[in-house]
């Protein structure tokens, strides 16, 4: 559907890379000495039981942190200090725990806002509505057509997001996430509060953007089934820390990870 | 043909090109025809990535054409099944003419249908290749490919998803196209191809349709080019359908009323047929597109009726009281003004008002604006339903078929229209009614026997071309229409005698929003008793205004509010019953309502959606006992399956409640 916008790195080599962060707020060390890198084209997944700071560490890939320890490096390139919106320019797309949309928006505006970095016309053109902005936008349009007839959402096309039921907004929200076409992905529990037809559906619609658009995704999810089937590595936090990493098998296996899950005593 | 044309391109002083559409006896004669009499008129629509794209009869010839030549690449010939499973998709349905044309014979599935009910059909219809939509039915064709022996290629129309599989099996829709393209740069195949179609004729085969069947496995109907081709321009002719028309496809491919207007009629008369972007998106694409022409079961306006009824619970008291006022306006004069009877023209006036304020904007959502046909079939509608439709000016005529028949047995001719007849005999249809009150009739629809059952072809069909059609009815003496009562097996005797129609009862109980569903018992038993499935959507709004909270479709349907309200529906037509001569004695005494909604994935329903009676009374064997053992409740324990396959389990006590029944008179309702 499109080429890939960085072609300096190639499928399996790393995108992201993050190397021993620490992040803390006052007392509270959310992130202690964490290194892990997420490879182009694979599916990664951050799991821990609550407050393992998992968040924390989406956080911190897409800029709304800063790690006072740490270094990362994203495309090649060392970043210290960054904003969200220069992580959304620089190509990283992330959805929401709690569905984070325009509700008053029909669900197309709503994926069209996912092209808003793309549009390069100025205000006066965009509100002239003819020559070159007209153009751009049925550009723009098609490609969100495309998205919308991916995750089969044109029945609600026209229909403001704010009626629709939960894992129909949850899935507008990966649309807009899709539309910036980003090189990674970032989903926060992208199967919480769904019922297990929803998380059938969404869980095939996120192994058809990794196969079908070539989308590097990290997401984070407390359902261990779907962590299990859907990635192809998995990074365990707990405490801030990380306790392993690896394939599903190996990390289904570990017992420090099987201690954390079940609470042994610290 | 001239050498220099490679592509077999069908030229216009070709042997098939003069043919006139009277030879045209097979549907890849006929698309040869209308490319050439009509090639640049739209033929088919399909709205994709929000935009409708259209085809020409000229573009839909080479699209069949090189489909075919692909097909007959990877090995379909003569005498071959092919599979057809998916939604309505402009492909699926050339994938139908693509195998004529090759003189294969296409077998349409239902796209819902589970693994294990396809395999059936699969196997018992020896398919050897198959068209799918996507990777769903890809999916469930892959799950019992190892049960069909005999199944090739599978060739799917949307590629999404279908990277890792098996790349020597599976082959996308274009790419065949290609190996077509290919295969017709030879002269030599291009002529074998166009020889192919010129050898069909009007006696071969054309489909096998497979009926879900009330009762037992799924017969395989099969069907000549004549008789599907018949068939559908007697129905052109006798409601003057032309090229103007406009469709929408939107029925299961595998049910005969689909094929006959989605494709046979659009053949015949050369109109255009236009492929909805998505199932939920049917009505808006309707509205988009404005039919002329237009077919549906019962189900379907009932639900629109439904969904409009809720909403204008909904809606502020002004709109409301606008809207009932107009309605009932609409129910005392909309019918006669639309049969062109004399009426007042003060009532004109009003009507006029009203259009313009409510039904000209209902009409509108529903998508009907400019319809000027509508059929309704498949089972019996509510005659209220029947009338509302047609009091807001909408001409919704009945009409009386089988998969048996063609479709076309009887209809409505305009102008000569009851909500409780189906018409009379179609344009070259007899009937005749056999001594046990079942409708029999001869066409040149008739079919040509089930597929591989020739006893059951000998049961239904008589030597000398009669078909048993399995309903009880008869011709009403007064309108010369024919009557449908019930299944001929159906009707039944209450233990005194008393008629029992249950199909009637429960049509009457299905008028009811808030009612979905209704099994009706009583023969050979001393009373009636019904069991009854509550509308979620209907029910679920009355809850919110009258504040019953539920946390569940079971909690809902077992709340004792609910239960007074469906009572209240259940003496209604207990007293409209009681005004009907021989079916007042059968009135209901006792009635109860079931912790889950009936499902053709339990097995409840048919595919397309009728009770199963039977199959429901073993199910439900302790409910039944205690309708008539005179308990105030009962438990059930029953298996559930999910829409993907995986089965639970629901274990509910429901309540019976008996209801007033209206007394009549000893000597009414008994059987003479």
Known sequence: MRAPTDSKIAAGDVLLAIENVSLSFGGVRAIRDVSFDIRKGEIRAIIGPNGAGKTSMLNVINGFYTPQKGRITFKGKTRNKMRPHDAAAGGIARTFQNVALFRGMTALDNIMAGRTLRMRRGLIWQLLRFGPAMEEEVEHRRFVEEIIDFLHIPHIRKVQVGRLPYGLQKRVELGRALAMEPDLLLLDEPMAGMNLEEKEDMSRFILDVNQHFGTTIALIEHDMGVVMDLSDRVVVLDYGVKIADGTPAEVKSNQDVIDAYLGVAH | ?672
């Not at chain 2, 006929?30 to 000229?58: E, F, P």
Request: neutral net charge; aromatic residues 10%.
């Open chain 2, 1 to 672: 043909m001239k050498a220099r044309s490679t592509r077999g391109k069908i030229r216009e002083d070709s042997a098939v090109a003069k043919h006139a559409p009277a030879e045209a006896d097979t549907f890849p004669k006929l698309l040869i025809h209308n490319a050439r009499v009509r090639g640049d008129r739209v033929a088919m629509r399909h709205k994709d990535l929000g935009i409708w794209q259209s085809w020409t009869w000229r573009q839909v010839l080479d699209e069949v054409q090189t489909f075919s030549a692909g097909l007959a690449e990877l090995g379909l010939k003569r005498g071959d099944k092919l599979a057809i499973i998916g939604q309505n998709k402009p492909r699926l349905y050339w994938a139908m003419c693509a195998a004529q044309a090759l003189g294969a014979i296409p077998v349409p599935l239902y796209a819902d249908s589970v693994a294990d009910e396809m395999a059936y059909v699969l196997d018992h219809a020896e398919i050897t290749l198959a068209v799918a939509e996507n990777q769903e039915q890809v999916d469930k064709l892959i799950s019992v490919s190892d049960r069909l022996p005999k199944l090739g290629h599978i060739v799917y129309d949307e590629p999404r998803g279908m990277r890792e599989y098996d790349p020597k099996r599976l082959i996308w829709i274009d790419d065949v196209q290609k190996l077509g393209r290919k295969r017709l740069e030879h002269l030599t195949e291009s002529k074998a191809w166009m020889d192919g179609v010129i050898a069909g004729q009007g006696s071969d085969l054309a489909i096998i349709l497979y009926t879900s069947g009330t009762t037992g496995r799924p017969k395989g109907v099969m069907l000549s080019h004549t008789n599907v081709l018949v068939s559908a321009r007697n129905g052109n002719l006798f409601d003057h359908l032309g090229e103007d028309e406009e469709i929408i496809a939107y029925l299961p491919l595998a049910w005969v009323g689909d094929h006959i207007f989605s494709y046979a009629q659009s053949y015949a008369a050369g109109y255009c047929v236009s492929c909805p972007e998505a199932p939920e998106t049917v009505v808006e694409d309707r509205r988009e597109i404005g039919t002329t022409y237009a077919f549906a079961p019962p189900r379907i306006y009932e639900n629109l009726l439904t969904l409009t009824m809720v909403r204008m619970e909904d809606a502020g008291p002004l709109k409301r009281r606008v809207f009932h006022y107009f309605i009932n306006f609409a129910r005392r004069w909309g019918e006669k003004i639309l049969n062109r009877e004399r009426v007042p023209l003060y009532a004109r006036l009003i009507y006029k008002i009203g259009d313009v304020l409510v039904y000209g904007p209902l009409k509108n959502r529903f998508g009907l604006s400019r319809i000027r046909i509508a059929y309704t079939a498949g089972e019996a509608i509510g005659p209220e339903i029947f009338r509302f439709y047609r009091s807001l000016g909408i001409n919704l005529k009945q009409l009386y078929g089988s998969t048996e028949a063609s479709v076309y047995i009887t209809a409505q001719p305009d102008g000569e229209i009851y909500a409780d007849t189906v018409g009379k005999p179609n344009l070259d249809v007899d009937i005749r009614i056999a001594d046990n009150g079942e409708v029999m009739f001869k066409s040149p629809g008739v079919f040509q026997g089930y597929y591989k059952d020739p006893e059951r072809t000998g049961e239904t069909k008589t030597p000398d071309g009669w078909v048993h059609t399995g309903d009880a009815g008869f011709i009403d003496a007064k309108t010369g229409h024919l009557k449908i009562i019930d299944r001929a097996k159906d009707v039944g005797k209450l233990s005194d005698g008393t008629l029992f129609a249950p199909k009637y009862i429960e049509n009457k109980l299905k008028f009811y929003p808030n009612i979905r569903e209704a099994v009706a018992y009583g023969d050979k038993r001393d009373f009636v008793c019904v069991m009854l499935n509550i509308d979620l959507v209907a029910v679920g709004s009355w809850a919110e205004r009258n504040n019953v909270i539920y946390g569940s479709y079971q909690e809902l349907a077992g709340h004792p509010l609910v239960y007074d309200m469906i009572a209240k529906h259940v003496e209604e037509v207990n007293r409209s019953l009681a005004g009907e001569g021989p079916m007042a004695g059968a009135q209901i005494r006792r009635f109860l309502i079931l912790p889950k909604e009936l499902e053709a994935d339990d097995g409840e329903l048919t595919r397309t959606q009728k009770v199963r009676r039977g199959f429901i009374a073993e199910r439900y064997q302790p409910l039944v006992t205690a309708l008539y053992d005179g308990s105030k409740e009962a438990d059930i324990s029953t298996e559930v399956t999910f829409e993907d396959g995986r089965k639970g389990k629901i274990e509910a006590r429901v309540a019976i409640r008996d209801v007033q029944t209206v007394p009549v008179p000893a000597a009414m309702g008994k059987a003479a």
